[in-house]
Nanobody, 117 residues
Framework: VQLVESGGGLVQPGGSLRLSCAAS????????MSWYRQAPGKERELVAA????????DYADSVKGRFTISRGNAKNTMYLQMNSLKPEATGVYYC???????????WGQGTQVTVSS
């Protein structure tokens, strides 16, 4: 199982970033995918999740209306479009694959997002 995040970086408040998570080594289409964020000194928290088929999504209240999770099953890739970014979005973003029984298959290594002027 390999999950590789990319797309992080430094962005000003109000800006946008698009994160990607490239998956390999497992049957991507069969797993629920999600994005987590870990801010400095805080626990890792769920940002957004998407069903195996992509027809169901869930978001943390803090990002609803600004972030969009999606997946391309033909490309074994998941995305997180982040708009209107706020400084509190700063942290390391991880992608996770899990079964429908909520058993974690694996985590990526994370990509740093910094929102600062």
């Amino acid at each position: 199982v390999q999950l590789v995040e990319s797309g992080g970086g430094l962005v000003q408040p109000g800006g946008s970033l698009r994160l990607s998570c490239a998956a390999s080594g497992f049957s991507f289409i069969r797993y629920i995918m999600s994005w987590y964020r870990q801010a400095p000194g805080k626990e890792r928290e769920l940002v957004a999740a998407i069903s195996s088929t992509g027809d169901s999504t869930d978001y943390a209240d803090s990002v609803k209306g600004r972030f969009t999770i999606s997946r391309g099953n033909a490309k074994n890739t998941m995305y997180l479009q982040m708009n209107s970014l706020k400084p509190e979005a700063t942290g390391v973003y991880y992608c996770k694959a899990a079964s429908r029984y909520n058993t974690t298959l694996g985590w990526g290594q994370g990509t740093q997002v910094t929102v600062s002027s």
